[in-house]
C-alpha cells in the first residue's frame, strides 16, 4: 500500500526517499543541484553530519532566499544554498564527493541529445555517486491537464504540462553515456491527500499554473467560474476517507563515477 501525505507535502517525503537510497556518508562533501524548497538538502545535512558539508544550488532567488532563512531559523551548520547556473558552476574540479537533484534531470540535459551536462561530472570527485528522480506520474497535474487543453486549446500542450517524463531506460541510458556505472533504479510511490477542494486549486496554482488560471479568467470571467465549477464537481469522484486523493511516483536513479 501506498503511503499517504498531504498536498505538495509529498515532495518533501520523494525528497528524503532521493537521500535514504543514495550512498551518502558522514562527511561526505554533496552538491543539491536545483534544491528548490529543500526537499531534499535538509535531509541529506543530517545524513553526512557535522563533519560533511551540503552545498545547495538554486537558479530561482526566491527558493534561495527561503532556504537560506531556513538553514538559519533550524541552526543548520553545515549546510549553504546559492544562486547559480547548474550548466555554469563556478566550483573547482572534484569538488563534490556526491550529487543530488530532485526532479531537475529535464534540465540538466542537452535539449537535443539528451547528454548529461558536463559539468556534473566535473566537479564530481573520482568513485563519485549521482542521485536524480524525475516524477514518473502525478496523476493531479494529469487530470487537471485534460480540463486546461479543452478550454485553452490556442496554448500548446508542452506549455500547458508542468513535469517532464523520462523512461528508466532513457535516463539508465543518458548515464552510462556520460561515463557512470553501477546504475540503481528504484520507483517510489505515494498518495497525494488534500484536505478540501480549495486547498488543491491553491496547489493547481503553485504547480505553474497560475498564468493559466489568470489567462481564462480575463477571456471570459463568467466562463471561469463554471470551470470552476464543474472542476469542484468532479473532483467528487476523487474524495475517499482523508480528503481528496490522487497517485504520485517518481523515478529514483543512481550512478557511480
Known amino acids: 500500500m501506498s503511503e499517504k501525505h498531504s498536498g505538495l507535502s509529498v515532495s518533501r517525503y520523494f525528497g528524503k526517499r532521493l537521500v535514504e537510497l543514495a550512498d551518502l556518508r558522514e562527511g561526505d562533501k554533496v552538491l543539491d543541484v536545483g534544491f528548490g524548497r529543500g526537499a531534499s538538502l535538509f535531509p541529506a545535512?543530517?545524513?553526512?553530519?557535522?563533519?560533511?558539508?551540503?552545498?545547495?544550488?538554486?537558479?530561482?532567488?526566491t527558493d534561495v532566499e527561503v532556504v537560506r532563512a531556513r538553514i538559519a531559523e533550524q541552526g543548520?551548520?553545515?549546510?549553504?544554498?546559492?544562486?547559480?547556473?547548474?550548466?555554469?558552476?563556478?566550483?573547482?574540479?572534484?569538488?563534490?564527493?556526491?550529487?543530488?537533484g530532485g526532479n531537475v534531470i529535464g534540465y540538466l540535459l542537452e535539449e537535443d541529445t539528451n547528454q548529461l551536462c558536463p559539468e556534473i561530472a566535473?566537479?564530481?570527485?573520482?568513485?563519485?555517486?549521482?542521485?536524480f528522480s524525475t516524477w514518473k506520474v502525478m496523476e493531479d497535474l494529469d487530470w487537471m491537464l485534460e480540463y486546461l487543453k479543452?478550454?485553452?486549446?490556442?496554448?500548446?500542450?508542452?506549455?500547458?504540462?508542468?513535469?517532464?517524463?523520462?523512461?528508466?531506460?532513457?535516463?539508465?541510458?543518458?548515464?552510462?553515456?556520460?561515463?557512470?556505472?553501477?546504475?540503481r533504479k528504484h520507483t517510489i510511490t505515494a498518495e497525494c491527500v488534500y484536505p478540501d477542494k480549495e486547498t488543491w486549486w491553491e496547489g493547481m496554482q503553485l504547480r505553474t499554473w497560475k498564468p493559466f488560471y489568470a489567462n481564462l479568467a480575463a477571456k471570459d470571467s463568467e466562463r471561469f467560474v463554471e470551470f470552476k465549477e464543474t472542476i469542484y464537481q468532479e473532483l467528487e469522484s476523487r474524495i475517499h476517507g482523508e480528503g481528496i486523493q490522487f497517485l504520485t511516483s517518481a523515478i529514483l536513479i543512481y550512478g557511480k563515477k
Do not use: C
Open 45 to 61: 545535512a543530517q545524513r553526512v553530519g557535522s563533519q560533511g558539508q551540503v552545498t545547495g544550488i538554486e537558479i530561482d532567488e
Open 122 to 131: 566535473r566537479v564530481l570527485r573520482p568513485d563519485g555517486g549521482v542521485g
Open 150 to 183: 479543452t478550454e485553452l486549446p490556442e496554448v500548446p500542450e508542452s506549455q500547458l504540462s508542468v513535469y517532464s517524463r523520462y523512461s528508466l531506460e532513457d535516463l539508465t541510458t543518458t548515464l552510462l553515456a556520460a561515463g557512470f556505472h553501477q546504475i
Open 76 to 100: 543548520v551548520t553545515n549546510a549553504s544554498v546559492h544562486k547559480m547556473d547548474a550548466w555554469h558552476m563556478t566550483f573547482r574540479d572534484a569538488s563534490f564527493d556526491f550529487i543530488l
